[in-house]
Structures are given as structure tokens and as C-alpha cells.
């Protein structure tokens, strides 16, 4: 599904270059749940946004390459044009950010931000509904209704007709608007059920301060998930919940994902939302990954000292103290030279001070990256 290739990422601040990704490789596999878990700042988001696309200035990707797989053929994500990119966020990758009240815009409401995106990828299906419904109504109707189909025919050749998108801001001319507008409407208020969302109708003509944290998420989800992606990406989508919101949250993007036959990049800091949700796990420090394998390994034998340390941090029945990792994240304006890690590791010797270890692979279906092995 998305193959990340060498990922090098820098951001050239006023401070210095930031450091923010070092040939990063991840595998997306169709069909699987891959969990990225780490610290903050270690590169989860970044890796993220860079999927999308999404790879604001002062950013820049210096080398590596990003590509996604669909429907037999594949994209360059970081060589495509930004047409090309526009056109498959939300319809081949979407994303659930970790925080609702950023992502939903204030002064619209939730049926205007999810009808956006059914109105950007899915025009051709909802003109041809409303040029259907036109054609039923052509032999009962006006003058009105014969406008209403001339306009709709232009919209189905091209949805960018200037001559149509100007003509239908007329009242009469552009009677279709309310056509479409209802139509969309009817999509929305679906998603919105299908989210679980009660009285979906209200949710639909609200604003997002008038939602509670819960139900702007599940309004961001609907909205990721209107136009039917191949890749979902959900970064910390239950930052900002409690546990009882969190696990219907979860349990929703697992039947979501079934239900479209999605593929999801899960990206969070806990490991047992890990545990919960991923088949395959991938760990990352300071803009590196360091150890990729499927999930009962990760948690049964760890590999590497940085997924050892993590899983040593977690609280379990049985232990009553928990052993902290030393040390923090390094500041990635200057990282530590060789293995960014072997500042805070127990068993790093010299080798690891001077040379940056590759993933390798010790056994089948493990990766990681260190030089124990």
C-alpha cells in the first residue's frame, strides 16, 4: 500500500537544521493495522504528514522517496505535482488528527467541512444523482427545472465549467446548488449515522464549539473516512478523550476499517493501544525507525534496547515499580553522532558512538536497527 524509501527530512530554522527524519523505511502492507509508536518528537507526525504530502516550509525532504500503491499503479509522492496531490488526499490517503478542535474548522458547519470532501472527490457521482433526479421531474417541471439540467450536464463534461460556476451564483440560473446541496446533506447525515452519531441531523447544522470532544471526533472520522480511502492515517486519534470515549473511538475505526476495507497507519505514544490495535508495529526515536515487527514479538521479545526500555516504562500487574528510560529525546538541531540512542542505552559500546546502525534483519519478519546485531 505505501512504501516510505530512506525518508531524510530536515526544517531550516533560525535556531539551526532541525534534524526531524534520518532515512526513515516503513512498509505499509494492505490490509494490516501498522502501529508507530515513540516518544513525542520522534518522528511519528512528520512521517505522517510526509505520506500526505504534507511538507510545509521551512521543511524540506532532502532525499528518500515516498509511494503509494493503488489500483495497479503507484504515485511518487514526493515528486507528484500539487494537482496530483490534492486529488488523492482524502480519496487514496486520509487522516484523523490527534487533535478535533484544530482540525475542524470554527466558522463552518460539520455538514459544510464533511460535504467538502464528498463535493472535491465524489462531484461526478453527486451530479449524476442530481441530473437523475432532474430527468424525473423534467416532465412535471418549468422552465426552472430545464435550467436545472442544461447547468448539470455542463458540471458532469467538466465540475470546473467556469461558465456554469458562474452562471449558477445567479438565483435562477443556479437553482441545481440547492439540488446538490440536499443530496450532500443526505450523504452526510449518513456518514454521521454511521459513525454512531446520534441525531445526526442536528450534528450536521452545528458548529464545532457546540459538539462535545467525542463527537468532534467522530465528526474528523467521518470526514476522513467520506470518500472511502485505500490508507487511513490516524495520528493519536484518543489524545484528548477519557477511557470511556477512547474505547468506542477505537472500537469504531476497527469496524470503519473492516466496513471499507482500509488500510490504517495507527500512529500513538501507548502501547497498549498498540496491543489493542496493531498487527505489526513500528518503533521510532529521534527520526529514525529502530525496530519493525509484528506485534506479539514486540511485546514477547523485544530486540531492540529502545523498545526494551519502552515496554520496561509501562505499568503491569505484578510490578510495583516501574524503571524509566535515563536521559531524554535528543535536541535534533544536534543529535548525538552515530546511534541517536546510545546517550540513553545500556549496552552501547563505541561502534555506537561513531556509526548510525541500518535495519537488518536478525530473523524473518523483524527489522531493527542496532549494532548488537
Known sequence: MAEVQDLTLRYYTYEGVVKALERVNLVVRTGETLGVVGETGSGKTVTALAIMGIVLPPGKIEEGSIILHHDGGYIEVTKARVDVLQRIRGRLVAMIFQEPSQALNPVYTIEDQ?????????????YTKAHQEVERDIERGGIKVRIERLMLRRLLRNPNDRLANFLGRLPLLGAYRSRVKRIVRGMV????????????????????????????????????????????????????????????????????????????????????????MADRVAVMYAGSVVEVADVKSIFSRPLHPYTQALLR?????????????????????????????????????????????????????????????
Open 114 to 126: 464533511i460535504g467538502e470532501a464528498y463535493l472535491t472527490h465524489m462531484h461526478g457521482e453527486i
Open 189 to 276: 447525515v449518513d456518514m454521521l449515522r454511521q459513525m454512531d452519531v446520534p441525531d445526526p441531523e442536528r450534528v450536521a447544522s452545528s458548529y464545532p464549539h457546540e459538539l462535545s470532544g467525542g463527537m468532534k471526533q467522530r465528526a474528523v472520522i467521518a470526514m476522513a473516512l467520506a470518500c472511502r480511502p485505500a490508507l487511513l492515517i490516524a495520528d493519536e486519534p484518543t489524545t484528548s478523550l477519557d477511557v470511556t470515549i477512547e474505547a468506542q473511538i477505537l472500537e469504531l475505526i476497527r469496524r470503519m476499517k473492516v466496513r471499507y476495507d482500509t488500510t490504517v497507519l495507527f500512529i500513538t505514544h501507548d502501547l497498549g493501544l498498540i496491543a489493542e
Open 313 to 373: 516504562a509501562i505499568p503491569r500487574i505484578g510490578v510495583r515499580e516501574l524503571t524509566p528510560i535515563e536521559g531524554t529525546i535528543p535536541n535534533l538541531v544536534n543529535p548525538p553522532s552515530g546511534c541517536r540512542f546510545h546517550p540513553r542505552c545500556p549496552y552501547a559500546f563505541e561502534k555506537c558512538k561513531l556509526e548510525q546502525p541500518q535495519l537488518t534483519m536478525p530473523e524473518e519478519g523483524r527489522l531493527v536497527a542496532c549494532h548488537l546485531y
